[in-house]
């Protein structure tokens, strides 16, 4: 079959649009999914950290926040609460890294909750 014209370009032009449209947004949204699971994972491990250090008797939150910051993980939106006797929580803000165009994928906070038991 031959090319009517010059439109041997076209085909070359077509796929940059379907990449940038597609395949770029679905990166973006892995890279994401990736950074929240990510900050659940080492979340996770803070909350354990924490309700050691409080069974232990050392109620501070400097071993919580050291397991964040070696993860590279921002602390100082971190919030510490306890809403019953036994239970530990801890609220991060997740920041998306593209800024407003990834707000459907990013939750907004992650949390994690651990329960403890005091012998």
Known sequence: MKLVHDEKGAIAIEFIIVLFFILIPIFIGLVETARIINAQVVLDRAAREGAVCIMRGDPHVD??????????????????????????????????????FTRWVIPGDVTSYVTYEIP
């Open 63 to 100: 071993p919580i926040k050291n397991v964040l910051t070696n993860a590279n993980i921002d602390a100082s939106g971190l919030q510490i609460t306890s809403p019953n006797a036994g239970e530990l929580k801890l609220t991060l803000p997740m920041v998306p890294l593209f800024g407003n």
